[in-house]
């Protein structure tokens, strides 16, 4: 399995942009789709989106606005988020999903999103 760690996280005014990103350690990385979950308190973790071999998938609350990415090479996975909106508030985790896999296996300690109004 890997390991992740989400940075980039802070406070931004709506409209604004902020960029996250998931570092991995570990065996393997280009063989992982990479996933993007968030978390708003008092809330279910939900789906924001993902990036594997097949393509690019987004929670419909966020397509036109972010764009999740990776570097293979740099064993890094990216969530550009623009027009932030206050209710993109949240702890925003990154998650791996192991080759062979249906569910979402490794996941990083995530990093807090806030946009002010």
């Known amino acids: 399995q890997v390991q992740l760690e989400e940075s980039g996280g802070g406070v931004v005014q709506a409209g604004g942009s902020l960029k996250l990103s998931c570092a991995a350690s570990g065996r393997t990385f280009s063989s992982y789709a990479m996933g993007w979950f968030r978390q708003a308190p008092g809330k279910v973790r939900e789906f924001v989106g993902a990036?594997?071999?097949?393509?690019?998938y987004y929670a419909n609350s966020v397509k036109g606005r972010f764009t999740i990415s990776r570097d293979n090479a740099k064993n890094t996975a990216y969530l550009q988020m623009n027009s932030l909106k206050p209710e993109d508030t949240a702890v925003y985790y990154c998650?791996?999903?192991?080759?062979?896999?249906?569910?979402?296996?490794?996941w990083g300690q995530g990093t807090r999103v806030t946009v002010s109004s």
């Open positions: 990036i594997s071999w097949s393509g690019t």
């Open positions: 998650a791996a999903r192991s080759p062979g896999k249906q569910e979402y296996d490794n």
